[in-house]
C-alpha cells in the first residue's frame, strides 16, 4: 500500500522546537519532489517548504526561513521538517505531499501534490 505517514506533531511553547518526519512506503522517494504543507482553522493551505530530491533545491515560505528546515533520509525513505523558533501562528495542521509526475519544484513555492498523508497536528501554545 502506498503510505507518507506524517509524525512528531504535538503541543511546543513559543520559542520551542519540533522534528516533523514524512515516511514513505510502498514506493521509494527518490526521483521526484515532496512538500510540507500546513493548514490552521478557517484558513488556507500553505505550502511550508518544499525539495527535489535529486539535487537537494530547497524553497521556503516566507514565513518560515530560517526558522524550518526540510531534509531528507534516503536510507530511511523519509523527509523531516525541522522546526525551530516556533511562534503560536505556526500552529496548524502539517501535511506532507509529493506527486510521481513532479521532478521539480518551481522557482518559488511549491507545486501542487495529488498525494498526500493524513496530517499531524501542530500546536504552539504557552
Known amino acids: 500500500q502506498l503510505q507518507l505517514v506524517e509524525s512528531g506533531g504535538g503541543l511546543v511553547q513559543p520559542g520551542g522546537s519540533l522534528r516533523l518526519s514524512c515516511a514513505a512506503s510502498g514506493f521509494t522517494l527518490d526521483y521526484n519532489t515532496i512538500g510540507w504543507f500546513r493548514q490552521a482553522p478557517g484558513k488556507e493551505r500553505e505550502g511550508v517548504s518544499c525539495?527535489?530530491?535529486?539535487?537537494?533545491?530547497?524553497n521556503y515560505a516566507n514565513s518560515v526561513k530560517g526558522r524550518f528546515t526540510i531534509s531528507r533520509d534516503a536510507t530511511k525513505n523519509t523527509v523531516y521538517l525541522q522546526m525551530n523558533k516556533m511562534k503560536p501562528e505556526d500552529t496548524a495542521v502539517y501535511y506532507c505531499a509529493t506527486s510521481r509526475m513532479i521532478q521539480f519544484i518551481p522557482i518559488q513555492g511549491c507545486p501542487e501534490y495529488d498525494f498526500w498523508g493524513q496530517g499531524t497536528q501542530v500546536t504552539v501554545s504557552s
Open positions: 525539495m527535489n530530491l535529486r539535487g537537494g533545491r530547497t
